[in-house]
């Protein structure tokens, strides 16, 4: 079955800084897609980013982007330049088929 | 607003009760999942609809029921409701039959409270 970790429940960062969550997935697939989504205290699941495995440049959307590395099966997202609003709850998501599998995710606080 | 409508939004209920948890998906979109978000499981996918066909399930309890109709709202129908089954219950929608390259919507979620 397929896993993925967040191995840190909580990261902080200060406003304007960069700050780099990790996440790490365990599969047998070849073809997949992973994910970063973003859960304000709103709950709504927003996407940030993804990640077609098959790519291998990374994706970039603004001020995000990720570190793909397919032989070690980590996604890691990078946030500059991080704004107040950017305060939530980040998970990562892998999907081979039919179905998103999450990560325990990492709250994300930016401090003023 | 992703255009994925959730009703309720909270429901508080007593143990041994059923519920029905309703989805109207963004307009086209012929997938409805359904997840379920708790504090000690996170985010769990249990089950996948397209075009009103059952197309995967997932850590879903015999308690609970789902099914798409025609005009392709979801409804979700947990029964002999325990104090575990108190969660964040989320619906997305997509176009297509997967969801692996296509963006997923969520709606906002339904807070199931159990008492």
């Known amino acids: 079955a397929q896993t993925v970790t967040q191995s840190q429940p909580e990261m902080s960062v200060q406003e304007a800084e960069t700050v780099t969550l990790s996440c790490t997935y365990d599969?047998?697939?070849?073809?997949?897609?992973l994910f970063w989504y973003k859960q304000p205290p709103s709950r709504q699941m927003i996407l940030v980013i993804r990640?077609?495995?098959?790519?291998?440049q990374n994706a970039t959307e603004n001020r995000f982007s990720v570190n793909f590395q397919k032989a070690a099966k980590s996604f890691s997202l990078k946030i500059s330049d991080s704004q107040l609003g950017d305060a939530a709850m980040y998970f990562c998501a892998y999907n081979a088929g039919n179905m998103l599998t999450f990560g325990g995710g990492t709250r994300l606080m930016v401090k003023p | 607003d992703s255009g994925v409508t959730q009703t309720p939004k909270h429901l508080i209920t007593a143990t041994g009760q059923r519920v029905t948890l309703r989805c109207s998906p963004r307009s086209g979109d012929l997938s409805v999942y359904w997840y379920q978000q708790s504090l000690d499981q996170g985010l769990q996918f249990l089950i996948h609809y397209y075009n009103g066909e059952e197309r995967a399930k997932g850590n879903i309890l015999e308690r609970f029921s789902a099914q798409q109709f025609p005009d392709l709202h979801s409804e979700l129908n947990l029964s002999s409701l325990e104090l575990g089954d108190s969660a964040l219950y989320f619906c997305?929608?997509?176009f297509g039959p997967g969801q692996m390259n296509t963006e997923a919507f969520f709606g906002q979620g339904t807070r199931l409270t159990v008492v």
């Open positions: 599969t047998s697939e070849s073809d997949y897609y």
């Open positions: 990640q077609e495995a098959y790519k291998q």
């Open positions: 997305a929608s997509s």
